[in-house]
């Protein structure tokens, strides 16, 4: 109701997106470095861990560009496990291939931002849609159709940019934050081979 007094239409998903992918089924083999390969134990706090990311060759990359390469700008939704767990795909991943426990969104026209629709989705707004799903029976598996019936709200441009900036904030923080903690433990670490005390 707040948000039809603000003038801010909802969508469906499936009228936000071209058409929903699920990730690649190949059982693929990690190699050292290539193309990174993205699966849902790589996410941490709502976007992927560079330092968990697996990597498979371009050779098998290429073959599953069509149906499980992503872009940036894309949306992965989790099918399973920790079900509509949502990450906005950075510049840094364009053109990486996806799982098959995941689902991509592909917002077209401009009318969502993806960082916004991720974390609409992943809000209590979108988790509740999910959960809606669970009809007499637990929910294991997202399907397409599933996620493509969720609503979003959609308030203007500037909105969705306000709250991704915000979204974008919070990860700095975070880079921060664990780049605090790695220099820490390395000072630590120099001070006891030195035999210092900590105290």
């Known amino acids: 109701e707040k948000c039809k007094n603000k003038g801010w239409a909802t969508e469906s998903i499936a009228n936000l997106s071209a058409p929903l992918k699920y990730g690649s089924s190949t059982k693929l083999e990690y190699i050292e470095s290539g193309v990174p390969f993205l699966r849902i134990a790589d996410i941490s706090r709502y976007r992927f861990d ?3 990311i697996k990597y498979i060759s371009f050779e098998a990359a290429q073959e599953e560009s069509l149906q499980a390469k992503v872009k940036f700008g894309d949306v992965l939704i989790s099918r399973t496990g920790t079900l509509g767990l949502s ?3 950075p510049k840094e991943l364009e053109n990486s291939v996806f799982g098959s426990y995941m689902i991509r969104v592909r917002p077209q026209n401009n009318a969502v931002d993806s960082t ?6 992943n809000s209590m707004a979108g988790k509740l849609q999910v959960e809606q799903t669970n009809t007499g029976a637990i929910q294991t598996n997202l399907t397409i159709p599933v996620i493509e019936a969720i609503r979003i709200v959609i308030p203007p441009n500037d909105v969705q940019k306000m709250f991704a900036k915000e979204v974008e904030k919070s990860f700095i923080a ?10 820490a433990k390395e000072e630590v670490e120099r001070l006891k081979k030195e035999g210092k005390s900590l105290k």
Do not use: G, H, M, T
């Open 50 to 52: 560079f330092d968990e």
């Open 87 to 89: 990450v906005a795909i």
């Open 116 to 121: 916004y629709l991720s974390l609409y989705l």
């Open 174 to 183: 975070q880079d921060e934050a664990k780049r605090l903690l790695a220099e």
